[in-house]
């Protein structure tokens, strides 16, 4: 997910996936460890798209106040 598309989204659905992307993240991270998976830089990617949408809403967050 780009920037520009982390930025069209509401909070709430920002909000949303971020929920879902820290627990597919924690779970990809789970399974590389038992076994591991064909792309690990996927794990990379999906840390870095976390931190993507966390400092999206802290910019909210503080623009807001």
């Known amino acids: 997910m780009k920037n520009e598309e982390i930025k069209e ?3 709430q659905d920002l909000k ?3 929920e879902q ?4 993240y924690l779970q990809q991270k789970i399974n590389h460890t038992i076994s591991p998976i064909d792309n690990p830089s996927k794990i990379t990617q999906d ?12 910019q909210r967050e ?4």
């Open 9 to 11: 989204l509401s909070t």
């Open 21 to 24: 992307a820290q627990k597919d």
């Open 47 to 58: 840390r870095k798209n976390i931190a993507r949408m966390k400092t999206e809403l802290r």
């Open 16 to 18: 949303d996936r971020l």
């Open 62 to 65: 503080l623009n807001n106040k």
